[in-house]
């Protein structure tokens, strides 16, 4: 159950139990260097996926085209599903 009160006349709500006092605490943003390895980090982990799934899709068209082999649903379910 949420409760509603007024605070300084703005509507406020809370969970049985949480105090209205408890304050939020943000990180301190982060630094130029910090940001630029967190970025680094981000695309040297997502790049290889995304190569990876662009490369079996291009693997499965190519083979569609140039052999004439085309995939079942559970042909296909089972491909990209091990992918």
């Known amino acids: 159950e949420?409760?509603?009160?007024?605070?300084?006349g703005n509507?406020?709500?809370?969970k049985p139990g949480e105090g209205q006092d408890q304050d939020v605490?943000?990180?301190p943003p982060l630094s130029?260097?910090?940001r630029l390895k967190r970025?680094?980090?981000?695309w040297t982990t997502t790049v290889p996926i995304i190569a990876s799934y662009?490369?079996?899709s291009t693997e499965?068209?190519?083979k569609?085209?140039?052999?004439g082999e085309t995939l079942s649903e559970e042909e296909a379910k089972i491909i990209w599903d091990a992918q």
């Open 54 to 56: 662009y490369g079996k």
């Open 25 to 27: 605490e943000f990180p």
């Open 32 to 34: 130029s260097a910090e």
């Open 60 to 62: 499965l068209y190519m």
């Open 11 to 14: 509507a406020q709500k809370s």
């Open 2 to 8: 949420v409760s509603a009160g007024l605070v300084n």
């Open 39 to 42: 970025s680094a980090k981000f």
């Open 64 to 67: 569609e085209k140039l052999l």
